[in-house]
């Protein structure tokens, strides 16, 4: 298991929408646009949060947008081995779905990295970062009509 990890990307669990300068994505109630992060990755470009007003932010993933397929493949090996530096060996290394997987004792449950698959020559690296109150934040917050008073 990697070492005690609270925040990727500058970006700690919880952080309120308010102090993060997010955009709701179009797309989705949870997710929202960064136009920018406190500590950004050379390499990435692009981040989006998942997160609900109650929760905060529940995970944070950074994208490189579109490359070559051979630029991909390199940034996704640069990553991976700075990763491997930090937090040593992938809890699930390479498959053939392209995802590896890191876990942390700290407020970070997973942190994984994962290629889009090819499509007419381009590809994109994704960095992701899964807080321990993700699943929290995937549940829609209501009363329970299973329970009684």
Not at 40 to 53: C, D, G, I, Q
Not at 60 to 68: A, D, E
């Amino acid at each position: 298991m990697a070492s005690d990890i609270n925040q990727m990307f500058g970006v700690p669990m919880g952080a309120r929408l308010k102090d993060i300068a997010a955009k709701k994505n179009k797309k989705s109630d949870t997710v929202y646009d960064l136009k920018t992060v406190p500590a950004p990755h050379p390499l990435l470009k692009e981040y989006s949060v998942t997160a609900t007003p109650e929760d905060g932010v529940c995970s944070i993933v950074g994208s490189t947008g579109l490359l070559t397929q051979e630029k991909a493949s390199r940034v996704a090996s640069t990553i991976i081995s700075q990763l491997t530096d930090a937090y040593g060996e992938p809890v699930v290394p390479a498959s053939m779905y392209g995802m590896w997987k890191w876990t942390t004792d700290g407020d970070i449950k997973i942190i994984g990295v994962s290629r889009l698959l090819p499509m007419y020559d381009k590809s994109a690296v994704f960095v992701s970062a899964t807080y321990t109150n993700y699943d929290e934040c995937q549940k829609i917050k209501m009363e329970n009509p299973f329970k009684s008073d």
